[in-house]
């Protein structure tokens, strides 16, 4: 479970984020959603450590981001912006790479890869250097090597951007499958229809603030039976 | 060296060994084109300065009807009139300013009666010090001429029945102590400097790649999220830096070895003192160097925003080593103690020394080594400070 209570976050003089709370809970997907610039990656970012919020606590099952970095990194599976591959490395090779930063010792990463590449289709791709692979390639590859250590929570940042459409339900069928095996998954997105479909929860999120959150009946119920659609932009044009 | 460092290293040299820029940059540079480019130069400068001793010159001289044995003279010694050439001193004057001719000689109309009555007969040389051929051939010409004036002023005093030795009160007599492998140090001294670039440019590609190229691969933010500290990480990607470095270096060093046997040192009555075993203590000494010019390019390479940035800084910092070099050419220093904590420096002065078949001074090195180390480590503390910014992620 991931709790997040009012981080807040400033770069120079833009305020990204003020005051976020909301709460991820296991088996269940949670999607951040917002216009561009509403402050979703800034959030991600800090849940996963490579910025510390100004204000405010975020824990991972209890485990304080800010104390204790390393043991949240232990359990978060990151997908960034980005696959962020190595072009000259192999698709075994990428996902190896930080299995063993996460400390898997070779027989049973073997495995683990092994196991990795059956369930997310990858046997054609894995001896292949990830130099010319398709925006889909890249995206399965990376979410792989983000579930390489089988984290309990899954963190990723827009990761239907620039996948076509048989990729973006590949990768919907893939995050269905974790979350019924009660993983604490979070996604961002500025695309509506696609937290409508897939997200359990979903927190709207515009100036850096939370402006509602719910799953998707709570908001329609909340606000008068509206679509998920004229909800986002009252929302977001009201904050 | 804890676990995480290994795996990073390893992934790096891995990973660059794919990389031809890498590869053009650690096995081409270093090993073949300094050692190449380093023979050839030596060999036009031995060949230009051996052939032109030899050589017949041709000069204008103008007026050489007045002195018909001074001409004989300089032919003899390979100065021939140039046919053709400027007929005037003021023709003479722009023939030697545009280049057309390096050395001019006029003599003077009065010249005749002036030599006959053992006078002030006068000769002009028309001569361009900027041009350093040039000066080159003017010392040349000079002393052919200085040659003339003694033998003629000692044929006069002996006719007079004097002994030439009147007119020279003292005799010099030079004795030259150094040794064969010691002169070539004047030419093998730019060696350091051909062997420090190609240490640096080996892992110059790498130093980018693990930092601002990984950053604009957006590999960077992934490989920030896994739990290893982030010293660690950085300092897997120096330790792979150094890798390459020390490989550029060693295969630099046996470049040389081979390069060096095409060198017609002897020639110059100079022998360098380069095989095997100074090849391994050279190796020695530098290497000390390398984990400093890993953590500048490094740190260097992390503080900017790109791979072209990085570039073009990193190319500034390859310099930087060698002024300590330049410095030591202008002042002609010799190693001490307080020189060895000089990274670079020290390590020029103990090659030098090496070069000149002095045996290595085991101490000398332990403070080069120390102290380059040392310093090493602190401006890796500082790349690894650098690593922690929040706006590392751009």
């Not at chain 2, 000689?105 to 350093?132: C, E, K, T």
Request: net charge neutral.
């Amino acid at each position: 479970m991931i709790e997040v209570s009012g981080i807040s976050k400033r770069f120079g003089a833009v305020q990204a984020l003020d005051g976020v709370s909301f709460v991820a809970r296991d088996g269940r997907i949670t999607g951040l959603l917002g216009p561009n610039g509403a402050g979703k990656s800034t959030c991600l970012r800090i849940l996963y450590t490579v910025l510390r919020a100004d204000a405010g606590t975020a824990t991972i099952d209890g485990i304080d981001l800010r104390e204790r970095p390393l043991l949240a990194r232990r359990q978060l599976g990151v997908l960034p912006h980005g696959a962020g591959l190595y072009p000259q490395l192999t698709t075994r090779e990428n996902i190896a790479y930080f299995g063993r930063l996460h400390g898997l010792a070779e027989p049973a990463l073997a495995a683990r890869i092994e196991e990795l590449i059956a369930r997310l289709d990858l046997a054609e791709i894995a001896d292949r250097r990830a130099k010319g692979f398709s925006q889909g390639e890249r995206t399965k590859v990376a979410l792989a090597r983000a579930l390489v250590h089988a984290p309990r929570h899954l963190l990723l940042d827009e990761p239907t951007n620039g996948l076509d459409v048989m990729a973006t339900l590949a990768l919907r069928r893939w995050l269905e499958e974790l979350r019924s095996q009660g993983q604490c998954i979070v996604l961002s997105s500025h695309v509506m229809q696609e937290v409508a479909a897939l997200c359990d929860d979903i927190v709207i999120v515009a100036h850096g603030r939370v402006v509602a959150q719910g799953t998707a009946a709570e908001l329609k119920h909340r606000f008068g039976a509206k679509s998920l659609e004229e909800i986002f932009v009252e929302t977001v044009t009201g904050a | 060296m804890s676990e995480p460092i290994l795996v990073v290293c390893r992934k790096e040299v891995l990973e660059n060994a794919r990389d031809r820029r890498t590869l053009f940059s650690t096995l081409f540079f270093g090993p073949i084109f300094a050692p190449a480019l380093f023979a050839v130069l030596i060999n036009v400068t031995l060949s230009q300065s051996l052939a032109g001793v030899d050589q017949p010159i041709e000069i204008p001289i103008i007026g050489a009807e007045h002195a018909p044995n001074l001409t004989d003279f300089l032919e003899r010694y390979g100065i021939e009139p140039a046919a053709n050439g400027p007929e005037s001193l003021d023709a003479a004057r722009d023939a030697v300013t545009r280049g057309s001719h390096d050395v001019a000689i006029v003599i003077d109309p009065n010249y005749p009666d002036a030599f006959r009555a053992a006078g002030d007969a006068r000769v002009m040389l028309v001569v361009d010090r900027s041009q350093s051929r040039a000066t080159a051939t003017s010392q040349r010409v000079r002393a052919v001429l200085d040659a003339y004036a003694d033998q003629v002023g000692a044929l006069r005093l002996q006719a007079r029945g004097l002994n030439p030795t009147v007119t020279r009160a003292v005799t010099i007599d030079e004795l030259d102590v150094s040794t064969a492998a010691a002169r070539s140090v004047l030419l093998l001294g730019m060696l350091t400097y051909f062997l420090l670039l190609a240490t640096l440019a080996g892992g110059f590609y790498l130093a980018i790649d693990t930092t601002a190229g990984e950053r604009e691969r957006g590999s960077l933010e992934p490989l920030l999220t896994v739990p290893v500290a982030r010293a660690s990480l950085l300092l897997g990607k120096m330790a792979a830096t150094i890798c390459y470095m020390l490989l550029s270096l060693a295969l630099t060093l046996v470049g040389f070895t081979i390069a060096l046997s095409f060198v017609p040192l002897d020639a110059l009555g100079m022998r360098a003192n380069f095989n095997a075993v100074v090849a391994a203590q050279i190796f020695l000494v530098l290497a000390s160097f390398t984990p400093l010019g890993a953590a500048i390019m490094t740190l260097v390479a992390s503080y900017t925003r790109s791979y072209k940035e990085a570039q073009t800084y990193l190319t500034l910092v390859l310099l930087v080593p060698t002024l300590p070099l330049l410095l030591a050419g202008l002042l002609n220093v010799r190693p001490d103690f307080s020189l060895m904590w000089i990274p670079s420096l020290s390590q020029h002065l103990l090659v030098t020394e090496l070069l000149k078949a002095t045996p290595l001074s085991w101490p000398f090195a332990a403070v080069s080594a120390t102290g380059s180390l040392l310093l090493g480590g602190l401006i890796a503390a500082l790349a690894v400070r650098l690593y922690h910014r929040e706006t590392l992620l751009g």
